[in-house]
């Protein structure tokens, strides 16, 4: 036995050193290869304003130097080729916009439930669309509050409202999976944020039990998580058939051949079966939180695009280890997992956190924005479904018109090449904006339906002063 296990051990390494050097290889061509659709998505986190805001609203001076951080934040983002910002929406028992169910974080304003003079979801959705990029509302959905801060939420905490759906475990109170109470409750909160805002998805985090959970029941305990992950699915797509719904699973989903999860995985660990969630299609696109490396990365790398049942899955990048109060890692170690992931024809990449790229720690952000991300690149399209198929001429609202500019020296405009590619836009294009950079180019137009597919090219040379905002390609 001990033989065996030698042997399996050496071809396993022998296997990942062979992975990494072809990989490595190959990373050229990666990098050069920007293809036009990519998920370049980063999260941007409100939870005690880690990200944002940095600022409390406390007059009116305050609440612009809040918005003014958001749209510096965004600018650099833009800079870099993000396109899609999961923006912590729910933090802890909290949200960031007026609600009738949750009361305001208090990170804005200083106190729960009061408001810092605007509506920051708002504000933060059309300030991303400004920039053409999809906002998608980040809901941490099974943690409800720390137990010392439960009571400073408020009247429309659940300690007062509803105590029994909460359960303590260590400092924290978590909303009970096995209640039905807890799909409802998660559920009018998903359809409070579809219906009220233009955001592009709801992005679900920690839809699973928590750490350390009796490791008993586990098939009841996923089939608890899925019955949640069905309903909020179903609620998000009876509101608005076009939002994508995603999940941040765990960065395992079970062991691999020769690679075991070591104790740690979505599947048997916090009972979170994200492949059936993709596999029956109540899950359009993942990111799974993948925030290792070497052996720890690759194999569960593969893995997940192997079990991906036609469903986008962006693996979720740890950028924050590189910082040295953290694993300080080498900005290879994450350059190289860029590199593989387009390598496997996986449709993109997230990155936790924002504040990590923005503080261009050990050279990323230069990196991404110089070498990596070269061109833009737009999200890629939702895969037919049900919701698609019988909602294409219904009566729910439309989302505003994008429009995607391409522009080259050459007639006519060839939009199936990446480098060709300008920006998407939402409504409206400024043109004085880009009339230098564009000055003598031939120009086209496309228009992206609701669910992200693209229209046939308009051919617009030469340049109008701008395109009229009920514009639509015939």
């Keep these: 036995m001990e033989n065996h296990s030698q042997s399996n051990t050496f071809v396993g390494m022998r296997r990942l050193i062979i992975i990494l050097l072809a990989f490595t290889l190959s990373c050229n061509i990666a990098i050069s290869a920007n293809p036009k659709h990519e998920i370049r998505a980063v999260w941007y986190t409100t939870l005690m304003g880690l990200d944002w805001p940095r600022t409390q609203a406390t007059d009116h001076a305050t609440m612009e130097i809040q918005k003014q951080e958001l749209r510096r ?58 920039r053409g990029m999809e ?37 924290m109170y978590y909303l009970d999976p096995a209640r039905e109470e807890t799909e409802q409750y998660l559920s009018s909160i998903c359809q409070e944020i579809a219906h009220n805002y233009d955001v592009d998805g709801i992005h679900l985090d920690y839809i699973r039990y928590p750490e350390n959970t009796p490791n008993n029941r586990q098939q009841w305990r996923r089939d608890n998580i899925t019955r949640i992950v069905r309903k909020l699915y179903n609620t998000v797509k009876n509101e608005k058939p076009w939002l994508r719904v995603s999940c941040s699973p765990v960065g395992k989903y079970y062991d691999v051949s020769r690679y075991p999860s070591r104790g740690w995985n979505a599947y048997g660990t916090v009972f979170q079966d994200a492949v059936l969630w993709m596999e029956e299609g109540i899950m359009d696109m993942i990111s799974p939180m993948m925030y290792f490396k070497d052996d720890h990365f690759y194999p569960f790398c593969a893995d ?18 590189l910082h040295p109060n953290e694993k300080n890692w080498d900005l290879k170690d994450v350059t190289r997992e860029l590199c593989y992931i387009r390598s496997l024809g996986m449709p993109g990449a997230a990155f936790f956190r924002a504040r990590f790229l923005l503080d261009d720690v050990k050279g990323l952000e230069n990196w991404m924005r ?19 198929t019988n909602n294409r001429s219904t ?33 409206d294009v400024k043109w004085n904006e880009l009339t230098r950079r564009l000055w003598g180019m031939h120009l086209a137009v496309t228009e ?16 109008p002063r701008k395109i009229p905002q009920n514009f639509t390609i015939r």
């Design 304 to 321: 997940w695009q192997e079990q991906c049942h036609g469903k986008l899955v962006a693996p979720g990048l740890g950028i924050y280890f």
């Design 370 to 388: 110089n070498f990596y991300y070269t061109t833009p690149a737009i999200i890629p399209p939702l895969t037919e479904g049900v919701y698609q």
């Design 135 to 171: 906002c998608h509302a980040w809901v941490v959905t099974i943690p409800y509050a720390k137990i010392e801060t439960a009571r400073r939420l408020g009247g429309q905490s659940l300690i007062y409202t509803n105590p029994s759906l909460l359960f303590k475990q260590n400092d």
């Design 448 to 463: 992206l339906d609701d669910f992200g597919n693209e229209s046939r090219p308009r051919d617009l040379t030469p340049a």
């Design 395 to 427: 009566n729910s609202p439309k989302r505003n018109t994008r429009l995607v500019l391409y522009a080259s020296k050459d007639y006519p405009v060839d939009t199936a090449k990446p480098e060709n590619l300008v920006r998407v836009f939402w409504g």
């Design 73 to 130: 934040d965004l600018d650099r983002l833009q800079k870099d080729g993000i396109n899609l910002i999961y923006l912590q929406t729910r933090t802890r028992g909290a949200v960031i916009y007026p609600s009738h169910i949750e009361p305001m974080d208090a990170v804005f304003a200083g106190k729960y439930g009061k408001s810092p003079g605007y509506d920051p979801l708002a504000f933060a959705i059309t300030e991303c669309h400004k």
